[in-house]
């Protein structure tokens, strides 16, 4: 699954457009490489969000296309 669709599907980022945005300005992190928005993601990779002076590490459990708010958290495991 594509990286921005995985960060809108999982609610880590609220919009997909908005997620597209933050890897075009290099704020997303794949296993410690800068992620384009196509980057694919699997089970296990561990995602870093950098927006302002936060940062935001999280491990991928599980992918699926679509999810109800209740099962999104369960996608995922920040660290």
Known sequence: MRVDKFLKVSRLIKRRTVAKEACDKERIMINGKTAKAGSE?????????????NSISAKILKISASSKKEDAETMYEII
């Open 41 to 53: 993601v699997k089970v296990g990779d561990v995602l870093e969000i950098h927006f302002g002076n």
